[in-house]
C-alpha cells in the first residue's frame, strides 16, 4: 500500500530541493528561514509555503568560518544537479 494513498499523516524533512519539486504533486511543501546577525543564527520557526528558494547551508558554513576558498560565490541554489 503506498502511503501517498493511505489515510497517514506524513511529515518528511529534506534539504535536497529535487526531492521536494519531484514530490509537489502529491505532497505540499513548507520551510522556514533564518537570519545571521551580530554572530549569531536564528530560526524564526514560522512555516512558509512552498519550496525554499535558497540554501542555508553556504551561510552557515561561511559563519563558522569554513575556508572561503572551498566556498562557491554564490548562495543562490541551482536548478539542476
Given at each position: 500500500?503506498?502511503?501517498?494513498?493511505?489515510?497517514?499523516?506524513?511529515?518528511?524533512?529534506?534539504?535536497e530541493?529535487?526531492?521536494?519539486?519531484?514530490?509537489a504533486?502529491?505532497?505540499?511543501?513548507?520551510y522556514?528561514?533564518?537570519?545571521?546577525?551580530?554572530?549569531?543564527?536564528?530560526?524564526?520557526?514560522?512555516?512558509?509555503?512552498?519550496?525554499?528558494?535558497?540554501?542555508?547551508a553556504?551561510?552557515?558554513?561561511?559563519?563558522v568560518?569554513?575556508?572561503?576558498?572551498?566556498?562557491?560565490?554564490?548562495?543562490?541554489?541551482?536548478?539542476q544537479?
Amino acid at each position: 500500500m503506498s502511503l501517498i494513498r493511505s489515510d497517514s499523516l506524513i511529515i518528511v524533512t529534506t534539504h535536497e530541493q529535487d526531492i521536494s519539486r519531484n514530490l509537489a504533486k502529491e505532497y505540499d511543501n513548507f520551510y522556514f528561514t533564518e537570519e545571521i546577525q551580530e554572530g549569531s543564527i536564528a530560526f524564526d520557526y514560522k512555516l512558509q509555503e512552498g519550496i525554499v528558494d535558497r540554501s542555508n547551508a553556504l551561510r552557515l558554513l561561511r559563519h563558522v568560518g569554513f575556508p572561503q576558498n572551498l566556498l562557491p560565490e554564490s548562495d543562490s541554489c541551482p536548478t539542476q544537479l
